[in-house]
């Protein structure tokens, strides 16, 4: 395994404890889950094969499901985002810029390029999630409140997070 594969798999890991640990514990304002597990999917390596990266959104997002007791609702939208973010992810990157950055990173892509990335792919995530989750239960408008403040927040925290990790690697 690569040092980057091991690097990124850490990463992943320490997510999904801070999300079960700490972000599944409380919701802001009544509306807002911040669903930091989620970086690790959209910051694989672009060129990682689909299968490995299903395989790590699927164990993530049923892990998340047996400590949130969500049924599946999270293991269906990582497997989503999973096979969204790489098209999303040359929606957004200038054709001569595919080859040379293959992990979407703000520094690698650029902030408005990422920026971009993440909002379409959270709010993506968000919307598979909060559908599923709520549809038999409450009506479309709840459903579109709670993904918008979601998707906000999570937006937010990861491009904090991002800028955290980038600054840290940049460093060495």
């Known amino acids: 395994m690569s040092n980057r594969l091991i690097k990124q798999l850490t990463i992943y890991i320490s997510l999904i404890i801070i999300q079960i640990l700490i972000c599944n514990q409380f919701m802001l304002f009544g509306v807002a889950i911040i669903f ?79 920026a971009k990335y993440v909002l379409t792919c959270v709010t993506i995530f968000c919307i598979v999630l909060y559908s599923v989750e709520y549809l038999n239960y409450i009506n479309i408008l709840d459903i579109l409140l709670y993904s918008i403040c979601s998707t906000v927040a999570t937006f937010l925290v990861l491009l904090g997070l991002d800028s955290l990790l980038e600054g840290k690697r940049n460093i060495y």
């Open 36 to 114: 930091v597990y989620v970086y690790s999917i959209l910051t694989f390596k672009i060129d990682t094969c689909l299968s490995a990266v299903l395989t790590m959104a699927f164990f993530g997002g049923l892990i998340i499901d047996i400590f949130s007791d969500t049924l599946g609702v999270n293991t269906m939208a990582c497997l989503i985002l999973a096979v969204v973010r790489k098209p999303l992810f040359f929606a957004y990157v200038p054709k001569d810029d595919r080859s040379k950055c293959i992990v979407p990173t703000s520094n690698n892509i650029g902030f408005a390029n990422y």
